[in-house]
Structure formats: C-alpha cells, structure tokens
Antibody, heavy 119, light 111 residues
C-alpha cells in the first residue's frame, strides 16, 4: 500500500525559505503512470495546489507561486521536495504531498505537516 | 479567493440526498472532463471521492456520485449518514498554464 510522509521544520522565519520533503513508501516514485504533487491549506481555509513533478524532473507550478517555488525529485531516495522562498505569515499552512494521476486525481495523500511562518 | 466557487455550507438529514455545486468557467470546469472531489474530516488529509467528473475510486461508496453541466460540476450524496459530515472540495484541470484549481470547500452538516 502506497504511503507518503511529509517531513521538515515546523517553524520558519519570515523572508526565509521553507523546505519540505515527501518520502514515498510501498511503491516507486519512478512509476511512469504518476506525477507527485504538493498542496497546502492555510488554517481554516481551502486547498491550494502548489505544484507537481514527474519522476523525470518535469515540473508544473501554480502561476501565483511560481516565482518562489522549486519542486525537485530524488529517485534514489524515493523522495520529492518542496522549497518555497521569501515566506511570509500568509504562507502558514498545512502542507500535503500526494500522488497525482494527471491531471487532478490526487490519491493517496500524506498526513500533512503544519508549517508556521513566524519570527 | 478560490478559483472555483462552492457554497460555504449545506445540510441534510440522515437518509436524505444533498448536492454540492462547484462553479468555474469554460477555462476549467467547462473545458475539460477532469473534475475531482475530495472529502476531508477535521484534522485529516483529504480523501479522493470522485475523479474525472463521475468516476468512483475503488472503495468509495456508490452513495457518492458526480456530474457536470456546462461550467458547474456537482457532487451528490444519497442516503446521508452521520459519517458523511465533513468538508468537501472540488478540483479541476485548468489548462496547460494554470493546471490545477481547487474550490473553497463546502461544509456538510448531517442534522
């Protein structure tokens, strides 16, 4: 059974870079059938797609976040990662990683990790 | 502000049916048959309930169904049960520059 687990700091200072990793277990991140995505949810608000990546390294970003986002993949570790730069309090959210069957079939999801932006 | 518009809340009694709407534009919902729906209980990760407008993943109850008309997609839950009380969010493909958009979510209360 495929499982995803997010990891990374729970607290990031304003103007710094948020970095998270999603570790995939129970399946290969190099499967040609799937992409891998990051989605966030600010407290009390709705879901926002951040971006997605294919195992080959091809990336697809939310235009509103594109200038600050980098998603990368490490097939040797079965992981993919998110970097979000120049964060502000508005970036405080629960961040989820998920497997994506193109274009909008996100399943399964990781449990999510809360990242707070505060000094 | 979310790209797709959903009602903030809906409610129904056990055994009844409810429908949640998800309104977009011809650039997303209306332009592609790629709408998915997610159920989210408090403090939990979203769960896929419907994909490609009307397809149900294995393990999802057939009480859940999806449809689309023009720029509006709908999720219908029949035979409401207490366990259906959750937040429901729609998601649509939005073309090769925007890619993915979500709705703001709808809180379903089972009375």
């Amino acid at each position: 059974q495929l499982q995803l687990q997010e990891s990374g700091p729970g607290l990031v200072k304003p103007s710094e870079t948020l970095s998270l990793t999603c570790t995939v277990s129970g399946g290969s991140i190099s499967s040609s059938s799937y992409y891998w995505g990051w989605i966030r949810q600010p407290p009390g608000k709705g879901l926002e797609w951040i971006g997605s990546i294919y195992y080959s390294g091809s990336t697809y970003y939310n235009p509103s976040l594109k200038s600050r986002v980098t998603i990368s993949v490490d097939t040797s570790k079965n992981q993919f990662s998110l970097r979000l730069g120049s964060v502000t309090a508005a970036d405080t959210a629960v961040f989820y990683c998920a497997r994506l069957t193109w274009p909008t079939w996100f399943d399964p999801w990781g449990q999510g990790t809360l990242v707070t932006v505060s000094s | 502000q979310s790209a797709l518009t959903q009602p903030a809340s809906v409610s129904g009694s056990p055994g009844q049916s409810i429908t949640i709407s998800c309104t977009g534009t011809s650039s997303d919902v209306g332009g592609y048959n790629y709408v998915s729906w997610y159920q989210q209980h408090p403090g939990k990760a979203p769960k896929l309930m419907i994909y490609d407008v009307s397809k149900r993943p294995s393990g999802v109850s057939n009480r859940f169904s999806g449809s689309k008309s023009g720029n509006t997609a709908s999720l219908t839950i029949s035979g409401l049960q207490a366990e259906d009380e959750a937040e429901y969010c729609c998601c649509s493909y939005a073309g090769s520059s925007t890619y993915v958009v979500f709705g703001g979510g709808t809180k379903l209360t089972v009375l």
